[in-house]
């Protein structure tokens, strides 16, 4: 595999990108720990969310704020900005006539979507929080027992779902005494609900004006809700303060000119996630740009939805997960067209979820150099729920993937040193205030310096010059000790295999605890392994068994063995792919898609033993 770092210097130019200046403070303790900050002070930031949408309102009230395709012609349904204030006040008004109380939220069941966006501005208006929860659990899961828990937890007082026939059976399984629910689309069947465009259509008074002028900082905007990776999902208090400082750190470190024009952005991220409902969508807002909602997936069958939409849309600002990147460029690959009016405004791309592949990153510029003659800076944040969420950010031209960049103005960066690493930790204005109703959890969530304990790993690029940036080295309590005593860092090595076996393998679960090597539990990449054996149709249990793609595979690991040079804690032993997906119920996959290492290897501890076993099956590949 080819390291970015070794790329040859005589490459077309990135695309020009304001960068803030990388000027980072490093105090270096006696205990060994590090504190990095950027010595550029936070600009100053809104008193709440809804300050900009009424700014926009008035200064370019045309303009389209949120789009998304709607209808049997599946068509694109717009909404101006002036629109959606307007839309946004009337909903204040009927919130504020059903007198809600500030510590009953409104829930919301379903997910992206123009009314979600609208409620969402409402409620905050209004001073109730929103309370966006996943919709897998109410979809996907068979118990509703996450979802009943974070009812139990909130206990909200209203309820939005797009289409009640759709969530019938999730709001059936739910006590919704005194609940109000809303409807968008159909009303769920056997349940009072009201429409939302009932709601919509509220006479608006001075009250709502009111209601926004007694916004404070400290006013709690949103619940948002962690993975439930290690337990239950739990509420994080988001407060306009945390989520507007966020924005401006996030726009400080890239600067706008205002001459330029207005962004304009294509996603498809859940905003019951963070990363969605926070780093992408508040940012938007907060520029004034177009939000064009994508309904597809990074997945097999729904990534065609995104590029439809990407063959109308040149987005400004492209953000997905790698898997979503290497759909893409095997579709621009084939389609001049398309690579012409993905790349043509593009000033800058963002990768989350896992480590960008070296090859898929070097496939992407040579596509980028071949419609526009630059490359396109991979921009990167890391960060989490309780962060509102951005803390770093990888604010310069690099090439080097795998890194999670340095801190934001505002931020402190705490680095605690275990073994060959350090663990993270931070400190700012945008860390939350707690959780929702657990003062227990909160308290063991802080250190005695009042930093938050994220619970992930880092390393430094270059130790000696900390500008260099800082690279993910996974999360602390996943890694395991081989029955040598050798430590294994399960995030790096997670990553590294996935980037190396890459286009084979979309996700794993790493064995090899108190055993003699490491071994490798993976999923498939559907799609990438469809285009390897050369069928569109093929299933899964065609794509494990296929020559071709055990040969692609093998390849990959072994060049990933070789790389390492026979260090037993990054060596990979044998691997096995597997048929079945990760289940939410099971807790093997989170809400976001994350993967959770501890309830996966015990949910298929059977698998496990036959990857170890003395005389494995035929299925376990055993790599020399």
Known sequence: MTSSAARVLDQPPFRKINWLPRDIAVDRRADGS???KSNQPLEPYERH?????ARWAEQAPQRIWLAQR???ERQWRKVSYAEAKHTVDALTQALLNLKLEADRPIAILSGNSIEHALMTMAAMQARIPAAPMSPAYSLMSHD??????????????????????????????LDLT??????????PQGIDSVSFAELAATPVTDEVAQSIAAITPDTVGKLLFTSGSTGMPKAVINTQRMMCANVTMMTQVRPRDPSEPPPVLLDWMPWNHTMGGNALFNPALAEGGTLYIDDGRPLP????ETLRNLREI????YANVPAGYAALAAAMEKDDALCRTFFKDLGMMAYGGARLPDDLYERMQALAVRA??????FYTGWGSTETAPTSTGTYWDTERVGLIGLPFPGVELKMVPIGDKYELRLRGIHVMPGYYQRPDLTAAAFDEEGFYKIGDAGVLLDPQDPQQGIVFAGRVAEDFKLMTGTFVHVGSLRTDVIAAASPVIQDALVAGQDRPYVALLAWPNLQACRQIVGNPNASFEDVVKHPAVLEKLRQGLQAHNAEVEGASSMRIARVMLMVEPPSIDGNELTDKGYINQRAGLERRAALVERLYADHPDNDVMVLQ
């Open 49 to 53: 969310i809804p300050a900009l949408l």
């Open 372 to 377: 526009t003659g630059e490359r396109i800076v």
């Open 314 to 317: 040149s987005p400004t600002y």
């Open 144 to 173: 509703h027992q996450k979802l009943k828990y974070l009812f139990e937890l909130v206990k909200p007082a209203l309820v939005l779902v797009q289409d009640g026939a759709l969530f019938g059976r999730a709001l059936q399984a």
């Open 301 to 304: 069958g729904m990534f065609d």
């Open 70 to 72: 709607s209808g049997p």
């Open 178 to 187: 005194g609940v109000k629910v809303v409807h968008v689309a159909s009303p």
């Open 34 to 36: 590090l504190v990095l």
